[in-house]
């Protein structure tokens, strides 16, 4: 069974079994778990390849990944907000409606996209010295946020078409087409962070930009898949594919749906990022070789929680079309199913983290002391995943039934009430090490309530999308 014949049945009013279900959430889950184990292994790659530059270059990119998940967090939001209307109009058999979105989509990408590029690009330089980098590490910082920021645009298309190709359903594509941009990524790092250089007797060419190629890398595997990901939605003969009179102009229902789900999805993760990129200042403040050990160990740690990311795009989908058939009992179902599974599936990696963190650290840098500092503190973090993978879920679920507020409060209270705070107040004295049991006291914290959340049930009376 796919997605759009479980839409039509539950519109029907016919009953889904367990064990369909049970398929349709494996079926989304898997494509877009092994997707994100594939980009995190292919982070590992890219972020072993600046390490092998030295601290310096790690830290360069530590400084500044704060501030570049803040901009991500914009992408997420806005692909949210278009995505979720197509997965509740494909669920309510709205397809012309669904289409109409993925135009006004494109337009939005074209529009923001390229206005928040500029303003990025102008404000980059400026950043690290505004963190409290390094004076040494500013100008290669600067440098990585503000290409990175010029290829913002096509970061959106590739977040914002894989969401919304998701919600319709198409798991399958959009995950192939994110493993490709890992793939590039790591190809064109080869020939642009290293001078040429000789492998095995030939003379292969390299620009030797170092952490600026490292940069250009992402930015142009992120303009190769978003452009093929736009191609591929506008040609599918899918519910997605263009048929012919479709509006090609911002409409005012559209939009407000929109800006009911992305700002709080924005404030959310700008709450979030915010808080990181305070920490990451006082990271700053503690020396380069926290600051390289924190970026080591956040990027090794993505490894564990990072499937649930997969799952709650599944979660999204599933409840979201549930929602709009008129199925809140089946929105229900699918929620508690993918949390359940998010659970499991990041407890056997919390496990697997804890027992293999010396050799995965010793991965990603050169620096001895870089590697052992970052095992210390994910053996500490292991203990809060599952219950991190929980409210990843949880709010995959929520979002799908169109409850952004929610998730907003809960993380904004749980980031800047317990994180920030008690790392401004009692961690200075135990550096890295302080700030990681802050953040592991946190998620702990921050999982149990999404759980009631959920279990709750408020989030299941809200509406469909006009």
Same mark, same amino acid.
């Given at each position: 069974?796919?997605?759009?014949?479980?839409?039509?049945?539950?519109?029907?009013?016919?009953?889904?079994?367990?064990?369909?279900?049970?398929?349709?959430?494996?079926?989304?889950?898997?494509?877009?778990?092994?997707?994100?184990?594939?980009?995190?292994?292919?982070?590992?790659?890219?972020?072993?390849?600046?390490?092998?530059?030295?601290?310096?270059?790690?830290?360069?990119?530590?400084?500044?990944?704060?501030?570049?998940?803040?901009?991500?967090?914009?992408?997420?939001?806005?692909?949210?907000?278009?995505?979720?209307?197509?997965?509740?109009?494909?669920?309510?058999?709205?397809?012309?409606?669904?289409?109409?979105?993925?135009?006004?989509?494109?337009?939005?990408? &074209?529009?923001? @996209?390229? *206005?928040? =590029?500029? #303003?990025?690009? $102008? !404000?980059?330089?400026? /950043?690290?010295?505004?963190? %409290?980098?390094?004076?040494?590490?500013?100008?290669?910082?600067?440098?990585?946020?503000?290409?990175?920021?010029?290829?913002?645009?096509?970061?959106?298309?590739?977040?914002?078409?894989?969401?919304?190709?998701?919600?319709?359903?198409?798991?399958?594509?959009?995950?192939?087409?994110?493993?490709?941009?890992?793939?590039?990524?790591?190809?064109?790092?080869?020939?642009?962070?290293?001078?040429?250089?000789?492998?095995?007797?030939?003379?292969?060419?390299?620009?030797?930009?170092?952490?600026?190629?490292?940069? &250009?890398?992402? @930015?142009? *595997?992120? =303009?190769? #898949?978003?452009? $093929? !990901?736009?191609?591929? /939605?506008?040609?599918?003969? %899918?519910?997605?594919?263009?048929?012919?009179?479709?509006?090609?102009?911002?409409?005012?229902?559209?939009?407000?749906?929109?800006?009911?789900?992305?700002?709080?999805?924005?404030?959310?993760?700008?709450?979030?990022?915010?808080?990181?990129?305070?920490?990451?200042?006082?990271?700053?403040?503690?020396?380069?070789?926290?600051?390289?050990?924190?970026?080591?160990?956040?990027?090794?740690?993505?490894?564990?929680?990072?499937?649930?990311?997969?799952?709650?795009?599944?979660?999204?989908?599933?409840?979201?079309?549930?929602?709009?058939?008129?199925?809140?009992?089946?929105?229900?179902?699918?929620?508690?199913?993918?949390?359940?599974?998010?659970?499991?599936?990041?407890?056997?990696?919390?496990?697997?983290?804890?027992?293999?963190?010396?050799?995965?650290?010793?991965?990603?840098?050169?620096?001895?002391?870089?590697?052992?500092?970052?095992?210390?503190?994910?053996?500490?973090?292991?203990?809060?995943?599952?219950?991190?993978?929980?409210?990843?879920?949880?709010?995959?679920?929520?979002?799908?039934?169109?409850?952004?507020?929610?998730?907003?409060?809960?993380?904004?209270?749980?980031?800047?009430?317990?994180?920030?705070?008690?790392?401004?107040?009692?961690?200075?004295?135990?550096?890295?090490?302080?700030?990681?049991?802050?953040?592991?006291?946190?998620?702990?914290?921050?999982?149990?309530?999404?759980?009631?959340?959920?279990?709750?049930?408020?989030?299941?009376?809200?509406?469909?999308?006009?």
């Amino acid at each position: 069974m796919n997605m759009l014949q479980m839409s039509e049945d539950m519109r029907s009013g016919q009953s889904i079994s367990l064990k369909k279900q049970v398929q349709l959430i494996v079926s989304l889950s898997i494509p877009a778990i092994l997707e994100q184990l594939v980009m995190t292994l292919m982070s590992y790659i890219d972020t072993a390849m600046v390490g092998s530059l030295g601290s310096r270059a790690t830290a360069s990119i530590g400084v500044v990944s704060s501030s570049i998940w803040l901009l991500n967090g914009i992408v997420s939001a806005v692909a949210v907000g278009f995505s979720v209307q197509v997965a509740q109009y494909l669920g309510a058999g709205r397809e012309k409606d669904s289409r109409n979105v993925l135009c006004q989509a494109i337009l939005f990408n &074209l529009l923001f @996209g390229i *206005s928040l =590029a500029l #303003i990025i690009v $102008s !404000l980059g330089r400026f /950043l690290p010295a505004f963190l %409290g980098a390094d004076p040494d590490i500013r100008p290669y910082a600067g440098a990585y946020f503000c290409v990175v920021g010029a290829f913002f645009p096509f970061n959106m298309a590739c977040a914002m078409y894989s969401s919304i190709l998701r919600c319709s359903g198409n798991v399958t594509l959009p995950s192939l087409m994110n493993i490709g941009m890992c793939l590039l990524d790591v190809l064109f790092n080869f020939f642009l962070i290293y001078p040429s250089r000789q492998i095995g007797g030939i003379t292969l060419w390299g620009a030797g930009l170092g952490v600026t190629g490292a940069a &250009l890398g992402t @930015g142009l *595997s992120q =303009a190769c #898949i978003g452009l $093929s !990901l736009a191609f591929a /939605l506008l040609k599918s003969k %899918g519910p997605m594919g263009l048929r012919g009179g479709e509006r090609w102009r911002f409409t005012g229902t559209c939009m407000r749906n929109t800006l009911h789900l992305a700002t709080p999805t924005a404030l959310e993760r700008m709450t979030l990022c915010f808080a990181q990129i305070v920490m990451t200042a006082i990271i700053a403040g503690m020396g380069t070789l926290a600051v390289a050990s924190n970026y080591v160990a956040v990027q090794t740690e993505s490894i564990c929680y990072l499937p649930a990311y997969g799952i709650a795009a599944a979660a999204t989908a599933l409840v979201g079309q549930s929602i709009g058939a008129g199925r809140p009992d089946m929105a229900k179902r699918f929620a508690y199913g993918t949390t359940a599974l998010g659970f499991l599936l990041v407890t056997g990696m919390g496990i697997v983290m804890f027992l293999s963190a010396p050799s995965l650290t010793g991965l990603l840098t050169a620096d001895p002391q870089v590697a052992a500092m970052s095992a210390r503190v994910l053996r500490i973090v292991a203990f809060s995943e599952p219950l991190f993978a929980v409210s990843i879920v949880a709010i995959g679920a929520l979002r799908g039934a169109g409850d952004s507020r929610g998730p907003f409060i809960i993380n904004l209270c749980s980031m800047w009430g317990i994180r920030v705070l008690s790392v401004v107040l009692f961690t200075h004295s135990y550096g890295v090490i302080g700030v990681w049991v802050s953040m592991t006291c946190e998620l702990v914290f921050r999982g149990i309530v999404f759980l009631i959340r959920l279990l709750r049930g408020r989030w299941l009376s809200a509406p469909a999308l006009s």
